[in-house]
């Protein structure tokens, strides 16, 4: 849920649209598709460029420009972060075994 609010205030900076409509805090924006909002190449670049430097995850620009909706998106981003700390918590752990030093899980 977060995940999702944090993309449609995004989606929101780049659109440049601070009046309601279907990302509009109160409402459900999770089947709100990026191209009823009027979504393209540019606009799908800047949001792509803002996404990688609030959680460093790279989207494919298809997702962004095609008829995805805000909570594929979301999910996405969700998977590739949690991926990322996966993988990152992985690395620790077996740099800490190479070291020789003992660990408690």
Request: aromatic share 4%.
């Amino acid at each position: 849920l977060a995940v999702r609010q944090a993309l449609c205030s995004l989606l929101k900076q780049v659109l440049h649209s601070d009046e309601g409509g279907p990302l509009d805090d109160g409402a459900d924006p999770r089947d709100v598709r990026l191209s009823s909002l009027g979504v393209d190449s540019l606009m799908a670049m800047e949001l792509r460029n803002r996404v990688r430097a609030w959680v460093n995850v790279d989207l494919p620009a298809h997702l962004l420009i095609g008829n995805s909706s805000v909570e594929e998106v979301a999910n996405l981003i969700y998977q590739k972060v949690l991926l990322s700390y996966l993988s990152q918590s992985s690395q620790d752990t077996d740099a800490l075994a190479d070291s020789g030093e003992e660990f408690v899980l």
